[in-house]
């Protein structure tokens, strides 16, 4: 397989099919959980089949036979860590608004690259329930302005001092409303503990800036995506052929 899931995949409880062994079930989901530390091409599919180990489906099977097909088909595939490369952080975020079929959360990708090189990344399930996309896009980029904070503590305590981490968005609305949100309606149904970024962003800290949809790297980590997206952004990821 070209990819681990295919973009039209659309996984529920399935509570019409059959039901599969749970137990093999999460052994696999804990083999291929254990693989995406040095695989973030398939952490998004690989978490999302992880959210029904509590009662497997065949449908939930075929969607991880699909991953194993595609992961043996790139076992060329690593992550690249060039030497010399610069300190320069960014970090790039992305939400996919309810794009959960179970309880329609949201999906928040995060990845942190030092330099061209992937430091840190994830997909995470927001717990709470976006009213907006600019809700959910806005909230995604908490994390990562956390992330971007121990960066440059990490890098002070080592007498290394940047200026303010750049978070790279593809949400106008969410860029906005971490400068001025008394504009936005959707603001009061935010927690205050998602504020922080922007205040941040007032001190200096960080900032937001606008990336194109299509240049989104975290995108890989939010939603299933067609053949010539995926291969485009799993190289931003930096993952290429192995040459021995």
């Known amino acids: 397989m070209k990819t681990p899931m295919s973009s039209d995949t659309k996984l529920t409880k399935d509570e019409e099919c059959e ?8 052994g696999i989901i804990g083999s291929l959980l254990y693989l995406t ?21 065949i449908s939930h099977l075929e969607a991880v036979k699909r991953i194993f097909q595609y992961i043996k088909g790139t ?22 608004h309810a794009g959960d079929y ?9 990845c ?22 600019i809700e959910a896009e806005y909230v995604s980029a908490r994390k990562p302005c956390q992330q971007a904070l121990w960066m440059k503590q990490a890098l002070i305590d080592n007498d290394v001092r940047l200026d303010d981490v750049p978070i790279m968005c593809d949400n106008k609305g969410a ?11 959707c ?3 935010i927690k205050i503990r998602h504020h922080f970024l922007r205040d941040n962003v007032q001190k200096g800290h960080i900032s937001i800036e606008k990336v ?3 240049d989104n790297i975290a995108d890989i980590l939010t939603k299933p995506l067609k053949r010539e997206s995926f291969n485009y952004l799993r190289l931003g990821l930096g993952m290429m052929e192995h040459i021995s």
């Open 19 to 26: 039901s599969v062994d749970s137990t093999k079930y999460r």
């Open 75 to 96: 076992t060329h595939l690593r992550l690249w860590y060039p030497e010399g490369t610069g300190i320069e952080t960014i970090v790039y975020a992305d939400s996919d």
């Open 112 to 133: 942190t690259f030092m330099g061209c090189c992937l430091t840190s990344f994830f997909s995470k399930k927001q717990t709470a329930l976006a009213i907006s996309t």
């Open 187 to 189: 603001t009061k149904y």
């Open 212 to 214: 194109p949809s299509v």
């Open 175 to 185: 860029i906005d409303l971490s400068k001025n949100p008394v504009q936005h309606s």
């Open 102 to 110: 179970v309880d329609r959360k949201s999906t928040s990708g995060i």
């Open 37 to 57: 530390a040095s695989r973030p091409d398939i952490m998004y599919s690989v978490c999302l089949c992880a959210c029904f180990q509590e009662d497997p489906k």
